[in-house]
């Protein structure tokens, strides 16, 4: 059996993945370079030196070792993540595995459009230097504070800008393909304003009139209906992509229900037409 025994499967619909900003960017390969000196050289003429591995294919675009490190690197940097820790190698691929999906499909869809200014990446690096709270704490805003905080965690400024660009791409995607069409109706806003909105307010608070709120409550919902509709479009990808999980663990972690399990002891070795039973 190979070292990496593939494992094939339609991705399962898992938790929501936009929630929607977990949807970040599709992380570059991240190529490892060795460094030899002459003894290793020859050391590595007897056993080869293992750069990267290929640890999943989704419809023939490889995902490396590589490309979870820096998946898990560039955590740092989500705001809805702040305070739960760095991510797994399974929450890594998952994330991975559904932003390939729909960078394939907006490539496929071919809509310029969509690409970010300069501006507005500067614009979303700004927020992030001045607002994340870790950056805050670290002092983000001033070069010296932000070159301290990429080498501590392992980045450069270029890749933390392709990940803003890419991040900035999937949510104006999002925008143009679900948002258009969707309306809202007066009745619905009241009634999210009755049923939703005045029971978080304690007694004794000052309650916003509806004709106030009114269009961040529009904005809510409209929200809403994207989120739903690209969880649906998504788990369509999910369903009709071609996902090879190639690392055994992560595979079993992601598909248990596809990790051979061992036969009941009193179960027959064969089927009825004398083959051995159990799928294939």
Known sequence: MSLFAAIRFKFPRGAHVWTLAVLLATAAPYCARAQANPSQEQASSASPVVLDRAVAVVNKHVILASDLDDEMRLSVLDPNRQGQGALTRQQALEQLISRTLIEQQIREEDMPSIEPTQEEVDARLNEIRTELPVCVRQ?????????????????????????LRYRLEILRFIEQRFRQGIQISPQQIETYYHDTLLPQYAPGETIPPLNQVAPRVEEILLQQQVNALFDNWLTHLRQQGDVEVLDPELARKLAPELTPQPAPASASPAGPSGEEGGSR
């Open 139 to 163: 002092n983000c805003a001033s070069d010296t504070g932000w070159k301290a905080y990429l080498a501590a965690h392992g980045l450069t400024a270029g890749r933390v800008e392709a990940y």
